[in-house]
């Protein structure tokens, strides 16, 4: 029944083996952007990796701008602010009271923030983030899809922030 020749057996073993390579593509992608694909930036003690789809518009002291090549009219912006005791929710209700926008607090128990959506031919969201006991700031500035960009961003941030400091004294 299995009385195959040579070359049968060296065909049979040549598609096996192209089949398993083809199933471990995206496993062998993943390994690739790991080793090659390093835009890693540190800021402010901070180390983002924007990842495939988010990379580094601007950069300074102050502040670090991230762009999305999905989503053109996205962007995260961090900068520092000083604590004036004022919090992102406040502040987007004042800009809430003055603009057509509609306040809504963000859903995330580690971050202080608000989102204002503009109803429009084009709609825009606007979210202020602040990491509690930091002087980071976050402002995500584009279309209510494009947000979902950052997520890995946001959540290595807010991972960082909120690790605790190592033992050395050093972060």
Same mark, same amino acid.
């Given at each position: 029944? &299995?009385?195959?020749s &040579?070359?049968? =057996?060296?065909?049979?073993? #040549?598609g $096996?083996?192209?089949?398993?390579?083809? #199933?471990?593509?995206?496993? #062998?992608? +993943?390994?690739?952007?790991?080793?090659?694909?390093?835009?890693?930036?540190a800021w402010?003690q901070?180390?983002?990796s924007?990842? /495939? /789809?988010? =990379?580094?518009?601007?950069?300074d002291?102050? +502040? @670090?701008? @991230?762009?999305s090549?999905?989503?053109?009219?996205?962007r995260?912006?961090? $900068?520092?602010?000083?604590?004036?005791?004022?919090?992102p929710?406040?502040?987007? /209700?004042?800009l809430?009271?003055?603009d057509s926008?509609?306040y809504v607090?963000l859903?995330d128990?580690?971050?202080n923030?608000? #989102?204002?959506d =503009?109803?429009?031919? +084009?709609?825009l969201? $606007?979210?202020?983030?602040?990491?509690?006991?930091s002087?980071?700031?976050l402002? =995500? /500035?584009?279309?209510?899809?494009? &947000?979902?960009? &950052?997520?890995?961003?946001?959540?290595?941030?807010v991972?960082?922030?909120?690790?605790?400091?190592?033992?050395?004294?050093s972060?």
């Amino acid at each position: 029944m &299995f009385d195959f020749s &040579f070359r049968q =057996y060296l065909l049979l073993g #040549i598609g $096996f083996s192209l089949i398993l390579f083809s #199933i471990s593509l995206s496993w #062998i992608e +993943t390994l690739s952007e790991a080793v090659f694909d390093d835009d890693t930036v540190a800021w402010h003690q901070l180390t983002i990796s924007p990842g /495939k /789809k988010v =990379y580094v518009s601007s950069l300074d002291d102050s +502040t @670090l701008v @991230l762009r999305s090549s999905s989503h053109s009219d996205a962007r995260l912006t961090l $900068f520092t602010r000083e604590d004036d005791g004022a919090s992102p929710g406040d502040l987007v /209700k004042d800009l809430c009271g003055r603009d057509s926008c509609r306040y809504v607090p963000l859903d995330d128990v580690r971050l202080n923030g608000a #989102i204002a959506d =503009y109803a429009s031919a +084009t709609p825009l969201r $606007f979210v202020l983030m602040h990491p509690a006991d930091s002087g980071i700031w976050l402002e =995500y /500035k584009g279309p209510p899809k494009g &947000f979902s960009a &950052f997520d890995n961003v946001v959540e290595a941030i807010v991972t960082q922030l909120h690790a605790p400091p190592a033992p050395d004294g050093s972060s």
